[in-house]
């Protein structure tokens, strides 16, 4: 790659722009587990086919269990050691790339905003405990999650367009503290539906006691087996023989998973979700942000299946100014996105090849944009210019 390409997307290029980055399921990849259940099905695939239908109580419980439920990152003492590694790596390269964020908005100027977006579809807490980690060992900017409130805490998406600032003890100066806006476009699992309107934020300490239902039935991988073998003679409920003191529990754990605000892994999903209120608002500021004149939108990890987000992007092309950099994982990620989302203006950083160690994980993705040295970092990628 050359020097002129090398230095197109390092951050010491990038200090003066209104900053966004749009994060997806890749960044999280290393500890929470994709939608895929087997080389034949995904989640997404069997909560939209009728003949699941069913058993969708059951589908939604295998949801949580396997790969939901790791999105609370919890840190416990009898996990396994090797899921304790992965999950105390991926936070450390959360929180060193909070902090590099940080460091990058604080190079702003005078008579800038110092604020960053992060625009995420990402149900997990990694950027909350990066971010709370990186605060209580001082520090200083703020970490701004849209929701107001004290004791009880609601989103509210006016809330990202605040500022902070510090004035000195006789208040002879002042300076801004550096924000960053972090935007749940698909929900959170510290988020909790209180009505049609709102939605409470809290982070728990623990599971929420109401999901942690713990059943002696199939696991998904057996279940669908059982029903793809006798799908010619029994529906998916009968291939599955569940009591009906199992149906009732999970009929109760539906309940109270419908209570997480949150965009469900299915076909249909944005248009369930289209007229929720945070998710319509959500797409709205995006597209406010890549209209601002001196704009740049660094994705990664991010698959752009989601057609609203994409259209919004697209749309935001026609801005003369606006700069989208997009990290591709693997070689063929770019075709696959390009399939996708095919215009010139959108600069890819992906792999020459699949040789091993020339993906972009999230560790390289950070190394990329903003380590010092750096040439080595972009050893075996190529760039679309």
Known sequence: MSNELFKAFRASELHDKNINFLIGSGASASFIPTLKINDDFTYEDILTDSDYSEIKDFIYYQYYKNILRKSFCFFKRDDDADLRKTRRETLSAYQELIDNIVNLINRKGANQIRRANIFTTNYDLFFENASDKLLRNSTNFIFNDGARGLKTRYLQISNFHTSTWHQGTNDLYKFEIPTINLIKMHGSVSWRKVNEEKIEVSY??????????????????????????????????????????DELALKEFRKEYDKLAIVNPTKAKFEETVFQQHY????????????????????????????????????????????????????????????????????????????????????????CIFSVSGIDSMKGLTCSL
């Open 204 to 245: 728990p300490n623990s599971y929420p006691k109401d999901l942690e239902v713990d059943l002696d039935i199939p696991d998904i991988q057996t279940a669908i087996k059982l029903i793809e073998d006798f799908t010619l003679t029994h529906t998916a409920k009968e291939s599955l023989a569940l009591t009906n003191e």
């Open 280 to 367: 319509y608002q959500s797409l709205r500021l995006l597209s406010y942000e890549l209209e601002k004149p001196q704009t740049v939108l660094i994705c990664f990890g991010f698959s752009f299946k989601d057609e609203h987000i994409r259209e919004i992007i697209s749309r935001s092309l026609s801005n003369p100014s606006l700069i989208v950099y997009v990290f591709c994982y693997k070689h063929e990620s770019k075709s696959e996105i390009n399939e996708l989302i095919n215009n010139k203006k959108i600069i890819f950083i992906y792999p020459e090849n699949n040789d091993d160690g020339h993906f972009i994980d999230l560790d390289r993705f950070i190394d």
